[in-house]
C-alpha cells in the first residue's frame, strides 16, 4: 500500500502517519523528520535547509524530489510507505507521479487531514518546536495555502482521496483514517 498524508502544518500528519505506519506495517517517509534530522547532523543538506524551515517557507523542489527519489527506492520502502510532508507543491506531485509510473504503481491513496486554522495554531503553538514561533507559524499557514493546498485537487481527478476531519482524539482520528482505507 502506498499512503500520502496531506494536510495543513499542525493538522496531526505527524502523529497519525506513525501510527498508520505501524499498524499497517508501511515506512513512515517523513519529509520534515529527514530534514530535522540533517540540520541536527550538519551535514549540506542541513545548513542549506534550516533557515528555510526557520522562516516556514518551503526548501526547494529539486532538494526535496532528490530526497524522497532516494528515500522511496531504499529496500524497506519496497513493501509500502506513508508519505509525511510531500508532496508541498504541484511540481513535487507531478515528479512524484513519474516516480510512482516508473515503480509499475500509481495506486497512491491520499489521505487529507484537514482542520480550522485556528485550532491548527493553536496546536503549533503547543507543540514547542524550534520553527513554530508565531511568526514562522502564520508563514506556515499562507505558504500552506498558496502552495500545498492545490495539491489536494491534483489528486482529486486521478487518485482515491479520503478527507478526514481532525478534531477527536487521536484514537478516534485514526480509526476514522484505518476505516477508509480498509
Ligand atoms: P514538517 O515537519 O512536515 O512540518 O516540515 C518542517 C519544514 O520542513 C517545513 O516547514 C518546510 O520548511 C520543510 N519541508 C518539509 N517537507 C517539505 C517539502 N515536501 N517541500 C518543501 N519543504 C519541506
Redesign the pocket.
Known amino acids: 500500500m502506498y499512503l500520502i498524508i496531506l494536510g495543513p502544518?499542525?493538522a496531526g500528519?505527524?502523529t497519525q502517519s506513525i501510527l498508520v505506519a505501524e499498524k499497517l506495517k508501511l515506512k513512515h517517509l517523513?519529509?520534515?523528520?529527514?530534514?530535522?534530522q540533517a540540520v541536527t547532523d550538519g551535514t549540506e543538506l542541513g545548513l542549506k535547509?534550516k533557515e528555510?524551515?526557520?522562516?516556514?517557507?518551503?526548501?526547494?523542489?529539486d532538494?526535496?524530489i532528490g530526497?524522497?527519489k532516494d528515500a522511496i527506492s531504499n529496500e524497506d520502502a519496497k513493501k509500502g510507505f506513508i508519505l509525511?510532508?510531500?508532496?508541498?507543491?504541484l511540481e513535487?506531485a507531478r515528479e512524484l507521479d513519474k516516480i510512482m509510473d516508473s515503480l509499475g504503481n500509481d495506486a497512491i491513496k491520499v489521505i487529507n487531514l484537514t482542520l480550522d486554522d485556528d485550532e491548527l495554531v493553536r496546536r503549533m503553538l503547543g507543540r514547542g518546536?524550534k520553527?513554530d514561533t508565531e511568526e514562522?507559524i502564520k508563514n506556515?499557514l499562507v505558504?500552506y495555502k498558496a502552495q500545498t493546498a492545490p495539491v489536494r485537487e491534483h489528486y482529486g481527478s486521478k487518485s482515491a482521496v479520503f478527507d478526514i476531519y481532525g478534531i477527536g482524539s487521536i484514537n478516534e482520528i485514526n480509526d476514522n483514517i484505518l476505516a477508509v482505507l480498509k
Open positions: 502544518p499542525g500528519k505527524g517523513s519529509t520534515g523528520e529527514i530534514l530535522r535547509a528555510v524551515m526557520d522562516s516556514g517557507n518551503l526548501v526547494s523542489d532538494i526535496m530526497i524522497v509525511d510532508g510531500f508532496p508541498r507543491t513535487q518546536r520553527d514562522t506556515r505558504v
